[in-house]
Nanobody
């Protein structure tokens, strides 16, 4: 049973930073991608960043470029999302998801098979 557990969310002031973690378990092979998505209050789910487990191929949404960094520690089966220069518009529930069927570094939600429960990020003074 694949499980994804997010952690690291919380309240941060504008200009601050957070590091989110996505701990993955239950995979039968190492061929999967992990994506981070977020859903701001009252808005649709949107892709943030993703990384492929084997070759580290990465894709970022435009708003994440230059501020967010995604990385992986395969030994710990964990993917991190380092978020810097956070702004109120980054307030959202952040989800990690695993893509097995397509195994692509993509921000398309429909290409992800498994989802975590989410971790809330609030950027406010």
């Amino acid at each position: 049973q694949v499980q994804l557990v997010e952690s690291g969310g919380g309240l941060v002031q504008p200009g601050g930073f957070l590091r989110l973690s996505c701990s993955a378990s239950g995979f039968t092979s190492g061929y999967y991608a992990i994506g981070w998505f977020r859903q701001p209050p009252g808005k649709e789910l949107e892709g943030v960043s993703c990384i492929r487990r084997t070759d580290g191929r990465i894709r970022h949404a435009e708003f994440a470029k230059g501020r967010f960094t995604i990385s992986r520690d395969n030994a710990k089966n964990t993917v991190y999302l380092q978020m810097n220069s956070l702004q109120p518009e980054d307030t959202a529930v952040y989800y990690c998801a695993a893509g097995v069927t397509y195994y692509r570094a993509t921000l398309r939600q429909d290409e992800y098979d498994y989802w975590g429960q989410g971790t809330r990020v609030i950027v406010s003074s």
